[in-house]
T-cell receptor, first 122, second 114 residues
């Protein structure tokens, strides 16, 4: 397992277009998180999944944002009708909810991040 | 609502200086606390974590952090920084009941001068 993969790494789009990002988490991780990060800021929580269930979505997120995690494996984040303010790095991270056998509690709730998908909206 | 505050946005130190970065969180329930680091051009990665037990936790590269429950704080320390510690440091909190939402602070950009 090579860690968390995100695709594409960079996306340039015109305002009003739709974009979709994909995240492939570590295979045994049951939690998957999406964050947005802009320069000089920390990762801003967008949404997260436990297996295939989307358990929480940030109230900061407009209806233009939607995320899915079919079958509890990879996840997609779609932004419809992009705006210049959507320009940011979109980060995906995954974690275990419960530690694996023999790992002790310390294996749970530790996020493994992907490299991120940088979106530029012109 | 759950939040994390980091007081120092930019810190510049000379090599061998001591480091302390502040982190306060607002939530009264049971939490797990973390420091993540992002080296230039690299992914965010775990530096250290606190789940329970000894409030002084040790992480990689000589970093440690102390959880003070009464102050809702989890400050990061290193007795002697190196040039290679130049990075951005993020404090994070996860509430271990209810939402399990994972919240990050705004980060502290550390520059260590050789």
């Amino acid at each position: 397992d090579t860690g968390v993969s995100q695709d594409p790494r960079h996306k340039i789009t015109k305002r009003g277009q739709n974009v979709t990002f994909r995240c492939d988490p570590i295979s045994e991780h049951n939690r998957l998180y999406w964050y947005r990060q802009t320069l000089g800021q920390g990762p801003e929580f967008l949404t997260y999944f436990q297996n295939e269930a989307q358990l929480e979505k940030s109230r900061l997120l407009s209806d233009r944002f939607s995320a899915e995690r079919p079958k509890g494996s990879f996840s997609t984040l779609e932004i419809q009708r992009t705006e210049q303010g959507d320009s940011a790095m979109y980060l995906c991270a995954s974690s275990l909810l419960y530690p694996l056998s023999g790992q002790g509690i310390s294996g749970a709730n530790v996020l493994t991040f992907g490299a991120g998908s940088r979106l530029t909206v012109l | 609502a759950q939040s994390v505050s980091q007081h120092n946005h930019h810190v510049i130190l000379s090599e061998a200086a001591s480091l302390e970065l502040g982190c306060n969180y607002s939530y009264g329930g049971t939490v797990n606390l973390f420091w993540y680091v992002q080296y230039p051009g690299q992914h965010l990665q775990l530096l250290l974590k606190y789940f329970s037990g000894d409030p002084l936790v040790k992480g990689i590269k000589g970093f440690e952090a102390e959880f003070i429950k009464s102050k809702f704080s989890f400050n990061l320390r290193k007795p002697s920084v190196q040039w290679s510690d130049t990075a951005e440091y993020f404090c994070a909190v996860i509430v271990t009941s209810g939402t399990y939402k994972y919240i990050f602070g705004t980060g502290t950009r550390l520059k260590v001068l050789a």
